[in-house]
């Protein structure tokens, strides 16, 4: 099993930056991938970006240019740098990770872009 724990959500203005953080319960060595995905009010949950060994990272056309997904694996977290931040980024954050073919997610984190 996997635990995540993400922090960093929270309100800023738009052009703003939010660093978003989630620490693994485990190795993320022994991870296959994580990813941020995030849901707004009345809207699906959608990939935001992922990164895997290498590492590789992958990034929504949305956000691409703007955001940044990094790994740390001496502290096994996982970050998202967020910048020009815009009102339609405004949703829950969440982690995510795939560890032997299962799907393991954090409890989610608000982010909130106002114009």
């Known amino acids: 099993q996997v635990h995540l724990v993400e922090s960093g959500g929270g309100l800023v203005q738009a052009g703003g930056s939010l660093r978003l953080s989630c620490e693994a319960s485990?190795?993320?060595?022994?991870?296959?991938?994580m990813g941020w995905y995030r849901q707004a009010p009345g809207k699906q949950r959608e990939l935001v970006a992922t990164?895997?060994?290498?590492?590789?990272?992958n990034y929504a056309a949305s956000v691409k240019g703007r955001f940044t997904i990094s790994s740390d694996n001496r502290k096994d977290t996982v970050y998202l740098q967020m910048n020009s931040l815009k009102p339609e980024d405004t949703a829950v954050y969440y982690c995510?990770?795939?560890?032997?073919?299962?799907?393991?997610w954090g409890q989610g984190t608000q982010v909130t872009v106002s114009s």
């Open positions: 990164i895997t060994s290498g590492p590789t990272t």
């Open positions: 995510n990770a795939e560890f032997r073919d299962e799907d393991y």
């Open positions: 485990r190795s993320i060595f022994t991870i296959s991938a």
